[in-house]
């Protein structure tokens, strides 16, 4: 009876930590800071310390997050161009695969670790999450690549903030003004991966565990 019971607690506990490690993943895609932008402008920096601002390098730090994005940076577009649909810019169809990639290996990975979330609830197999977390570790690695391609136009200068701008002089000067630094992905990312290698080496911790605590088999021994 003892051991039963010892049993169902180790079984509890690893349901309970997978489930919410399982949680972590869309609640880190959501509201942790995913994507960190450091702008450069060397013009702005001169106008600061004109004004007696010594301090100021002309450098801009943002990180943001999909809830940042959503709740501030999309409204205040729909209201810049006035609901209208708005067209990209075609130097951006040289990043558009990388993006769409991008875009899938987010939404991916959501999925995967509501799968383990299911499972860790109705199932008390190991060897399937072990799989699903480390398909979750390759799809963010593949995230990882995506964004990669994503920014480099933006820091090598192929796309400036003048590919945003109406073709006009004022835009061209605007956008030759301010260079992208750094531009990559953060915390919610990293997060995000150290949750799936988590989950890996829980449930194969855990299924090792399983395997020793199996008797081992008896060879019946061949009637004389």
Not at 42 to 64: C, I, K, P, R
Not at 77 to 89: A, H, I, N, Q, T
Not at 95 to 104: G, H, L, R, T, Y
Not at 113 to 140: E, H, N, Q, R, Y
Request: with cysteine; charged share 15%; hydrophobic share 55%.
């Amino acid at each position: 009876m003892a051991k039963v019971k010892q049993k169902g607690g180790k079984e509890i506990l690893y349901r309970l930590v997978m489930a919410v490690l399982a949680v972590c993943v869309p609640i880190a895609a959501y509201f942790c800071d995913y994507i960190y932008v450091l702008t450069q402008s060397s013009a702005f920096q001169l106008l600061s310390q004109l004004a007696g601002n010594s301090e100021d390098t002309g450098e801009t730090v943002e990180s943001l997050s999909l809830h940042e994005l959503r709740t501030e940076f999309l409204p205040m577009l729909e209201s810049y161009f006035g609901g209208d649909s708005v067209s990209l810019p075609e130097s951006l169809n040289a990043i558009k695969p990388a993006a769409i990639a991008f875009a899938v290996c987010f939404v991916l990975a959501v999925v995967l670790a509501v799968v383990l979330l299911v499972f860790a609830i109705v199932s008390k197999k190991k060897t399937v999450p072990m799989c699903i977390a480390g398909a979750g570790i390759l799809v963010m690695i593949a995230m990882y690549i995506s964004f990669h391609y994503v920014a480099a136009p933006f820091l090598d200068g192929t796309i400036t903030l003048s590919s945003f701008l109406p073709e006009s002089v004022v835009g061209t000067l605007l956008g030759g003004l301010i260079t992208v630094s750094v531009f990559r992905l953060t915390t919610g990312y990293f997060i995000e991966l150290f949750l799936f290698i988590a989950m890996l080496l829980w449930a194969g911790a855990n299924k090792l565990v399983e395997l020793g605590d199996k008797p081992p088999k008896v060879k019946k021994e061949k009637a004389a």
